[in-house]
């Protein structure tokens, strides 16, 4: 696709369910990052990949958060036993390289019942 | 360290000027600049680097002050679309891409 892709767009569960979210980056890109936004702030960074280097996880909030990413293509973000704190929309965005304007997905929002 | 974005808000009428500050604690490799419209993603306006160089792509011009850690976006003569939240992202990891962004700023432009 054009742009980056992100599934599902809606996503609502019971507190202590376990979710996976989707990122397809924008082909050819090599960085991917995983971002929080909760209702009206700003965008809070969790994970990043480059290439084939060890991911960057200082931005997890907890043990519950976990990220896997295959090659340079698809991205999951893994929530377990998921808290009413999570409730959030998740962006993933892509670059280039790192450094680069990154392009963002829809993000999927989460709410967690 | 989170930077910090100044104003948070801003009402303007069509046709006049908008500075948007952004500062931060740490010493900063770069500064992202990017605008998000109500429930949609964010989209890339500008990077600053340090050094000087400048990157972007719309009408709109920002300055990037290394010494005092702080960047500033300019909006002049504003449009209907220049509405939406606007968010400075600080990269102090050596251009890593990896984005500490601020509380945002909204603007709001009207007729």
């Given at each position: 696709g054009a742009g980056v892709s992100q599934s599902p767009s809606n996503k609502v569960t019971e507190k202590g369910k376990d979710v996976e979210l989707r990122c397809d980056p924008i082909s050819g890109h090599t960085a991917l990052y995983w971002y929080r936004q909760r209702l009206g702030q700003g965008l809070e960074f969790l994970i990043y990949f480059q290439g084939n280097s060890a991911p960057d996880k200082s931005g997890l909030p907890s043990d519950r958060f976990s990220a896997e990413r295959t090659g340079e293509s698809v991205s999951t973000l893994t929530i377990q036993r998921?808290?009413?704190?999570?409730?959030a929309v998740y962006l993933c965005a892509s670059s280039?390289?790192?450094?680069q304007p990154q392009h963002f997905g829809d993000g999927t929002r989460l709410s967690i019942l | 360290q989170q930077p910090v974005q100044s104003p948070q808000a801003v009402i303007l009428r069509e046709g006049e000027d908008a500075v948007i500050n952004c500062s931060s604690s740490k010493a900063l490799y770069s500064v992202h600049w990017y605008r998000q419209k109500h429930g949609e993603a964010p989209v890339f306006l500008m990077i600053l680097l340090k050094g000087g160089e400048q990157k972007g792509h719309e009408k709109i011009s920002a300055s990037f002050n290394e010494k005092k850690q702080q960047s500033s976006l300019y909006l002049t003569a504003s449009q209907l679309s220049y509405s939406g939240t606007y968010f400075c992202g600080t990269d102090g990891?050596?251009?890593?891409?990896k984005l500490i962004f601020g509380q945002g700023t909204t603007l709001q432009v009207k007729p």
């Open positions: 998921t808290q009413q704190e999570d409730s280039g390289q790192g450094g | 990891s050596g251009n890593t891409g």
